[in-house]
């Protein structure tokens, strides 16, 4: 199995940042898009930013320019940096990926999600 745990989050004023992390563990053989999502109260799950093992990277419009995701291939972590973080960032954030895990069989992995709060 592909386990994901996620850390990082937290309570921060408008304006803040904060910074989560990701790391996989498990059978993996490989993994090929890590990303991040969240979801707030009485809203449907969306994605925020996803990078391929190449580095290639994808954000939410609403993101963009203001959180940055990177990731180590070689230790299996992902990050999402989040600066002027707004109220309606709150959520709670879940870190995903798409691996081949033992014995080569491909699956997407969630991670539990850790809860992102930014005051006004």
């Known amino acids: 199995q592909v386990q994901l745990v996620e850390s990082g989050g937290g309570l921060v004023q408008a304006g803040g940042s904060l910074r989560l992390s990701c790391a996989a563990s498990?059978?993996?053989?490989?993994?090929?898009?890590m990303g991040w999502y969240r979801q707030a109260p009485g809203k449907q799950r969306e994605m925020v930013a996803t990078?391929?093992?190449?580095?290639?990277?994808n954000y939410a419009d609403s993101v963009k320019g203001r959180f940055t995701i990177s990731r180590d291939n070689a230790k299996n972590t992902v990050h999402l940096q989040m600066n002027s973080l707004k109220p309606a960032d709150t959520a709670v954030y879940y870190c995903?990926?798409?691996?081949?895990?033992?014995?080569?069989?491909?699956?997407?992995?969630w991670g539990q999600g850790t809860q992102v709060t930014v005051s006004s």
């Open positions: 498990g059978s993996i053989l490989s993994i090929n898009v």
């Open positions: 995903s990926c798409n691996a081949v895990r033992v014995p080569w069989v491909r699956g997407d992995y």
């Open positions: 990078i391929t093992s190449a580095g290639s990277t």
